[in-house]
């Protein structure tokens, strides 16, 4: 009878495991700041897909992007790591600290394109949705 219904778990479970990375991106609606020590902001607000295709952003690697020896590889990206995986709170050489790389690579963008938000409160907004 254990035996049973752990198989019968183990079966329906796998499939939402599979599923879990495809969904995660997809549902993404803020920019999650559990990277930072302390979080002095809400969540800056980002639909993921939603933004990405109204920005009309095409390639992965404007944002998940992979240097070698300070060179931006066009062929390689990285969205398989978060942005602290390689962006520490304090720069390290060319490499903008933590809030530092998310500022110039939203508000940058938002700021040459004139077009997307670039007040403090219209990213870091309090609002209703599940911000953690
Ligand atoms: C275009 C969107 C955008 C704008 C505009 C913006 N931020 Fe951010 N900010 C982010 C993102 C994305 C992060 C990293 C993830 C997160 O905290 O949501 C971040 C992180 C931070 C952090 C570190 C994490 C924390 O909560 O302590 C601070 C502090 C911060 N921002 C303050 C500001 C202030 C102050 C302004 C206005 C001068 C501002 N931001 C404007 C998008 C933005
Ligand atoms: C405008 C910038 C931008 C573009 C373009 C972009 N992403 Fe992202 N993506 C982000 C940010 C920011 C995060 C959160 C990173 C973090 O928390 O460190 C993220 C997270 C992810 C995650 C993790 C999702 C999760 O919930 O943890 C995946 C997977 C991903 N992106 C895939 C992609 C793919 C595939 C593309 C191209 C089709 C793409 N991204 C284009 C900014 C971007
Ligand atoms: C695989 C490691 C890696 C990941 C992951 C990564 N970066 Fe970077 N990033 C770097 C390195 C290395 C540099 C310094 C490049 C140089 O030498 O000029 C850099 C530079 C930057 C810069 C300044 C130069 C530029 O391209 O505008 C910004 C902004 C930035 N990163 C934002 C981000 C954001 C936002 C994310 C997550 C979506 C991210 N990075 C993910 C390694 C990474
Ligand atoms: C390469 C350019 C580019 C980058 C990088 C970029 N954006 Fe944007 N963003 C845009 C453009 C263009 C718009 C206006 C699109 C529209 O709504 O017509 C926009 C709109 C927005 C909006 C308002 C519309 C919406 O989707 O709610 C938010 C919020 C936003 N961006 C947040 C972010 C955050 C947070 C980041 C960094 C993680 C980011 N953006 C990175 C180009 C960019």
Redesign the pocket.
């Known amino acids: 009878m254990r035996r049973h219904s752990a198989v019968l778990l183990t079966i329906t479970i796998i499939p939402f495991l599979f599923a879990l990375p495809a969904v995660c991106q997809e549902d993404m609606v ?4 559990d ?2 020590e ?9 639909r993921h897909d939603d933004h990405n295709k109204t920005a009309e952003i095409e390639e992965c690697n404007e944002c998940h992007h992979v240097y070698e020896s300070g060179e931006r590889i066009t062929d390689e990206s990285s969205e398989d790591q978060r942005c602290a995986d390689c962006h520490t709170e304090k720069s390290a050489g060319n490499r903008p600290g ?2 530092k790389a ?2 110039l690579n ?2 940058g963008c ?1 700021q040459s394109k004139k077009q ?5 409160g ?3 907004a309090r609002r209703a949705v599940n911000s953690e």
């Open positions: 803020v920019v999650a700041g990277s930072f302390v979080q002095r902001r809400p969540s800056a607000v980002f933590l809030r998310f500022h939203c508000k938002h997307g938000p670039v007040m403090c219209e990213c870091h």
